[in-house]
């Protein structure tokens, strides 16, 4: 009975447990937490039904494992305060223009608040501003102990459709805290020591041996070092489908696991008094679990290399225990201690991609076949299995991944990786030695990167998808076990149909004489999407800054991607400042912009084909006119105050942008236009700075909605208190940003519809970020980011 009860079924039950915990809006009480797990042990372990244990054992254990992480992070009374903490650097650290980010375990002192002993924080170590060279943050080393003052915030992102989910990556990797390194208060406490530390020198010599850039690609592969791959080689990566290759894979371990067991049956062979101790079957296994824990250490332990070192492992007891084992079955006991070990891990697409794979693998290929039949098969399955996991994950399916993999596999698998492992070792045993081997694996490597890099530039390489509904992924998973069943099953043409909700969704369009409205989470900047029936405007782009992030590339092209906006038929920059016109150019990169509007004379210059968004200039698109109110023509660029203020009217109500202007233009507007600032939505001018939102301005617009975009905790105290209350005065709801997220706002037949991003999507992880909010934020702040109702 015991095998039953650690198989397949007690895996997926297990796993379908921490699932349905870690996917809930809210976490059960804590004694309830216990009594879930106890009981599903209990049931597991004597019931009549293991099944059903598992399945509450694993509701129980990923409860305990989510709420002891989240109390881990880091209290309101904490945040914005500063600490000096001592500690040691546990990643490799990211070393970018302006600014080092590397993970810090603090240590467990009593010098120490209690709240940080021990805990995992993420700190980025900035130069100083207006330096032009870079600072101390360069000495950081992996595995280096340091002494930092470090001033810290809870785990918090943005919330938008197609966005990174900050929130539950913090989680699943137990940060407690995202902090920056204040300068000129640091101290070096030891020098680089550990796994991590060998693993710098050593892609620090991969760069030096190679001196091509080709060393960035040699040194992933070698010793899963991608920090010096940049955003478009990693969009070359998923374009071609070929991300599961370019860092240490499962296979990879794998092949290591082989080619160490061989060695030691080699050895066996022939030294055969060795058998006396211990037979050569019993050898070749240990040796594999040694060699595939050895290598899955080089790569830093990430999740795939862990899932192969246990099922090797796995096999390798059951070769001991001379038992037959199985890939289904040691993927079942792998994934069990995974999920034992570290339930919060499925909150990484890691865990996905890489058991799923595998799992697909081991139900539909048999385990003898021939190698080119077999390798053929694999792709094929692996296409149709994954392809649910990579749209739900990235919003995106590479058509050329086939293709690209049918060649990438094998030659880099069978040949640029043995010889970067090669390269690896002999430099491991005499400095100096590797560098050949790490040579002859770029020059490898370069003779299928070019047949690759054109694949992936092709127009059609790459495949955007909208964000797609819930029950898209359980429906293409239905959709892709029918077509991979045996040949001669019927129906499969009709399998084809369960994969539509995934690959078109329904992307909620307005109607005819409708209005859509998106204010996206930018941070302290503005971004706003207007959709019409077949028409895209958006107003403004968000903010772009010199440390790399750039709202534009990050959070916008995400977004109306994950809308389901493939072209803007205009791009409206109201007005240059960057919090606002910093990604545009990032925008007009990433999608066909048929028109740009600004005001006149704003900088930095626009395309020579832009319009001037003069007031009185007027345009329709199905039914809904827009219209510009301010500049008004021969009106000066002066930054926030020559902001495009824009009219959308539909039948059904009406929208007021209005930038950046205070309460001069507001005032201008009135005298000029009462009548046309008359609006149901109304964006808050210059974020709901002190300096805007006149008394008459706000009843002049009647306003049912009025929504600001800040960032949270922003330095500027946007928005502020008193123009939050006045506009709730005249009768106005405030949502904003900080607590809301993305808001989508529809003018249409029912009237006024809207959905918050955070409250639509809601999480356990995100509902510990709104009770911070809640503690650290006055009265008068709830009410401008309070959920409605």
């Known amino acids: 009975m015991a095998r039953p009860r650690l198989g397949k079924a007690a895996a997926a039950c297990f796993l379908a447990g921490i699932g349905a915990a870690l996917w809930a809006p809210s976490l059960p009480p804590y004694g309830l937490r216990w009594a879930l797990l106890s009981g599903g042990v209990a049931i597991w372990s004597l019931g009549r039904w293991p099944w059903a244990g598992a399945l509450l054992a694993g509701i129980g254990w990923a409860t305990l494992h989510a709420g002891w992480g989240l109390q881990a992070q880091l209290p309101p009374a904490l945040e914005r305060g500063e600490a000096v903490l001592a500690g040691t650097v546990v990643s490799l650290p990211e070393a970018e223009p302006r600014r080092t980010r590397f993970r810090f375990r603090v240590d467990d002192a009593p010098a120490h608040p209690a709240s940080l002993r021990g805990r995992l924080l993420q700190l980025a170590w900035y130069d100083d501003f207006g330096s032009t060279q870079a600072g101390p943050r360069t000495a950081v080393r992996a595995g280096a102990r340091w002494q930092f003052r470090v001033r810290l915030r809870a785990p918090r992102g ?105 060695l030691a049956a080699g050895m066996w062979w022939l030294l055969p008094w060795f058998g006396r101790w211990c037979p050569r079957s019993h050898a070749a296994a240990i040796a594999a679990v040694a060699g595939a824990i050895g290598y899955a250490a080089v790569a830093g332990f990430a999740l795939p290399t862990v899932r192969t070192v246990l099922m090797v492992a796995a096999v390798a007891l059951a070769r001991l225990g001379r038992r037959r084992g199985s890939v289904a079955g040691a993927l079942a006991l792998a994934a069990l201690a995974v999920l034992a070990w570290d339930p919060l891990s ?111 530039s092709t127009r059609f390489a790459l495949w955007w998808l909208p964000e797609a509904g819930s029950l898209a992924l359980p429906l293409a998973l239905t959709g892709a076990l029918w077509l991979l069943l045996p040949r001669g099953v019927p129906g499969k043409g009709l399998a084809l149909l369960l994969w539509l909700p995934l690959l078109w969704p329904a992307r909620e369009q307005p109607r005819h004489g409708e209005v859509e409205l998106v204010l996206l989470d930018v941070g302290q900047g503005l971004s706003v999407l207007v959709r019409t029936g077949d028409h895209h405007l958006l107003y403004d782009a968000g903010p772009a800054v010199r440390d790399g992030f750039d709202a534009g590339e990050r959070v916008v092209v995400p977004a109306l991607r994950a809308l389901g906006v493939n072209r803007l038929d205009a791009m409206v920059v109201s007005h240059g400042d960057n919090d606002h016109a910093g990604g545009a150019e990032a925008v007009r990169r990433a999608l066909p912009v048929r028109a740009w509007h600004g005001p006149p004379g704003v900088q930095p210059q626009p395309p020579m084909d832009a319009v001037d968004c003069t007031a009185g200039l007027r345009w329709q698109w199905e039914g809904v006119w827009f219209e510009y109110l301010h500049p008004h023509a021969g009106f000066p660029y002066l930054r926030n105050e020559s902001s495009c203020v824009l009219r959308v009217q539909s039948r059904h109500g009406t929208v007021l942008l209005t930038g950046d202007i205070g309460e001069v233009i507001e005032e201008g507007l009135v005298r000029r236009r009462r009548a046309a600032l008359r609006a149901d939505v109304v964006l808050m001018p210059h974020h709901g700075s002190g300096g805007s939102s006149l008394p008459s301005f706000v009843a002049a617009t009647g306003a049912r909605l009025a929504l600001v975009s800040a960032g949270h905790g922003n330095r500027f105290g946007h928005p502020r208190p008193e123009v939050v209350e006045r506009w709730r005065r005249a009768g106005a709801e405030v ?6 997220g993305a808001v989508r706002v529809w003018l249409g037949e029912k009237g006024l519809q809207l959905r918050e991003r955070r409250q639509w999507r809601r999480r356990l992880w995100e509902a510990a970020g709104r009770a911070r909010a809640a503690v650290i934020l006055s009265e008068d702040e709830k009410t401008a980011v309070a959920p409605e109702g």
């Open 735 to 740: 949502l904003g940003t900080p607590g809301s």
């Open 158 to 262: 943005l919330a938008n459709p197609g966005g990174f989910d900050t929130g539950r990556h913090a989680l699943a990797q137990r940060i407690a805290a995202t902090g920056l390194v204040v300068n000129g208060s640091h101290q070096v406490l030891g020098a680089p020591a550990g796994i991590d530390a060998w693993r710098e020198r050593m892609a620090g010599r991969i760069d030096a041996a190679i001196g091509t850039p080709s060393a960035r690609y040699v040194r992933a592969l070698a010793v899963g070092d991608t920090r010096a791959l940049d955003d478009g080689d990693w969009q070359m990566l998923r374009t071609t489908g070929l991300t599961h290759l370019i860092a240490i894979s499962g296979f990879h371990v794998g092949m290591v696991a082989g080619f160490v067991a061989l």
């Open 346 to 456: 499925i909150l990484l697409a890691g865990f996905w991609l890489s058991f799923a794979g595998v799992a697909w693998l081991a139900w539909c290929l048999p385990e003898r076949l021939h190698p080119l039949r077999g390798f053929l098969s694999a792709q094929r399955v692996a296409t149709v299995g994954l392809l649910p996991f990579t749209v739900i994950l990235f919003d995106q399916a590479s058509l050329a991944g086939p293709l690209a993999n049918l060649l990438a596999i094998p030659w880099w698998s069978l040949v640029v990786v043995p010889l970067a492992l090669l390269g690896t070792g002999l430099e491991a045993l005499l400095p100096g030695a590797g560098a050949w081997a790490w040579r002859a694996s770029a020059v490898c490597f370069d003779l299928s990167w070019s047949p690759l890099s054109w694949l992936g």
